[in-house]
T-cell receptor, first 114, second 116 residues
Framework: DAGVTQSPTHLIKTRGQHVTLRCSPISGHKSVSWYQQVLGQGPQFIFQ???????GRGNFPDRFSARQFPNYSSELNVNALLLGDSALYLC?????????????FGPGTRLLVL | AQTVTQSQPEMSVQEAETVTLSCTYDTSESDYYLFWYKQPPSRQMILVIRQEAYKQQNATENRFSVNFQKAAKSFSLKISDSQLGDAAMYFC?????????????FGEGTQLTVNP
C-alpha cells in the first residue's frame, strides 16, 4: 500500500507570497495532521482534520489555514509568507485501533522563503 | 501544557552494541500514549515504537525496546545490536488520550551516530 504522499517536495517562495501544500493520506485513513519542523527542532503541531472537520489547532497565526476534502486528502495554506515560515512541513495520516490512534508521516515539503 | 524533554542532543554507539536514548515528559493526565520516531537524513519520520500508558508491560519491536516508568514520567528507548542504518535523529513524542484531536508533542530530538 502507498504511504502518505505530499506535494510538492520542495518549494521556494518570497516574502508576502502565499503557498499551498498538499497531502494524500494512506488508504483507509480518515484523519490528517500537519506539522511544521524548523531545522534543528522537533515538529510542531499545526492542524488536525478528521472527516473534513477541524479537530485541533496549534499555536499558529491565522495566516495558516487548512482543509480536508471528501477523499480525505488535505491542503495547508499559508498566506503572507515570512522568512520564519521556512521549514519542513510534515503531513501525517492516522487510524484508530484497539491501541489508540497512530500517526504515519509523509516525506514532507521543504519550504524556503526568501 | 504537556512538554517532552530529550536531554541528550547527541549520542554515539559502536556497531553491534547497545544504546539507550532518554526522554522525560510532563503531564497531568493519567492516560496517554508515548512514541519514538526515527528521522534519517531523508527527513522521513518513521514510527519506531509505541507505548500505551495504561499498559505496565514495556513495548518491544525487534531490536527496539522501551523502559517506561510512569511514576517518574520517563520513557527511554533501547536499541540493541545497533546497525549502521539506525543512524538518525530520534524523537520522543507524547499524545494525550483526547476525545477530540490527537496532536503529538515532540521533544527536541537526539542525533544518534553509529560507528563501524
Amino acid at each position: 500500500d502507498a504511504g502518505v504522499t505530499q506535494s510538492p517536495t520542495h518549494l521556494i517562495k518570497t516574502r508576502g507570497q502565499h503557498v499551498t501544500l498538499r497531502c494524500s493520506p494512506i488508504s483507509g485513513h480518515k484523519s490528517v495532521s500537519w506539522y511544521q519542523q524548523v531545522l534543528g527542532q522537533g515538529p510542531q503541531f499545526i492542524f488536525q482534520y478528521y472527516e473534513k472537520e477541524e479537530r485541533g489547532r496549534g499555536n499558529f497565526p491565522d495566516r495558516f489555514s487548512a482543509r480536508q476534502f471528501p477523499n480525505y486528502s488535505s491542503e495547508l495554506n499559508v498566506n503572507a509568507l515570512l522568512l520564519g515560515d521556512s521549514a519542513l512541513y510534515l503531513c501525517a495520516s492516522s487510524y484508530t485501533d484497539r491501541g489508540g490512534e497512530t500517526q504515519y508521516f509523509g516525506p514532507g515539503t521543504r519550504l524556503l522563503v526568501l | 501544557a504537556q512538554t517532552v524533554t530529550q536531554s541528550q542532543p547527541e549520542m554515539s554507539v559502536q556497531e553491534a552494541e547497545t544504546v539507550t536514548l532518554s526522554c522525560t515528559y510532563d503531564t497531568s493526565e493519567s492516560d496517554y500514549y508515548l512514541f519514538w520516531y526515527k528521522q534519517p537524513p531523508s527527513r522521513q519520520m518513521i514510527l519506531v515504537i509505541r507505548q500505551e500508558a495504561y499498559k505496565q508491560q514495556n513495548a518491544t519491536e525487534n531490536r527496539f525496546s522501551v523502559n517506561f516508568q510512569k511514576a517518574a514520567k520517563s520513557f527511554s528507548l533501547k536499541i540493541s545490536d545497533s546497525q549502521l542504518g539506525d543512524a538518525a535523529m530520534y524523537f520522543c513524542a507524547y499524545r494525550a488520550q483526547e476525545t477530540s484531536g490527537s496532536r503529538l508533542t515532540f521533544g527536541e530530538g537526539t542525533q544518534l551516530t553509529v560507528n563501524p
